[in-house]
């Protein structure tokens, strides 16, 4: 049985507090606490790799992108093991992101997840999507939509 410390809201608010160090510091392994090794990131990108590795990979990528960044969790559903998450990321464009080359803009934008997490709080399963279309505008003009 769950315990009111490792609650699904609570292993969401784990989770981003330990991304944030992954992402400040560099030392992905600080994620091995709270990911699974054989999560699932049903990313719709072909090139993932699998599992936790395939995860902290992403956000290595991320973090050569993009620098200052900072997640900030808006809001927070959950229904069993699942929570359903609207966080904003913000960040300064310092490499090559989504075929945009460095343009050291200040960016913002939404990202919508489901998150599953076993009992003792490890990511299980991510569905997630991006506000893509404001993202790419930042990135192109300049624009906070």
Not at 26 to 34: E, H, P, Q, R, S
Not at 67 to 74: A, K, L, Q, S, Y
Not at 104 to 133: H, N, P
Request: aromatic fraction near 6%; include cysteine; charge should be negative.
């Amino acid at each position: 049985m769950r315990s009111p410390a490792t609650s699904p809201k609570d292993a969401v608010r784990r989770f981003y507090a330990k991304l944030d160090e992954a992402i400040r510091t560099g030392d992905f392994d600080i994620l091995d606490d709270v990911i699974q090794l054989d999560a699932v990131d049903h990313n719709p990108d072909p090139d993932m790799m699998l599992g936790r590795d395939g995860i902290k990979k992403g956000f290595a990528e991320l973090r050569t992108a993009l620098t200052d960044i900072r997640f900030t969790i808006e809001d927070l559903v959950a229904e069993g093991d699942k929570v359903a998450c609207r966080v904003t990321t913000q960040a300064i464009h310092h490499g090559p992101f989504m075929g945009f080359a460095a343009t050291g803009r200040k960016i913002s934008y939404t990202v919508m997840d489901i998150l599953r997490f076993s009992d003792d709080g490890k990511l299980l399963e991510r569905w997630g999507l991006i506000d893509e279309a404001t993202l790419r505008k930042q990135l192109a003009d300049g624009q906070l939509c």
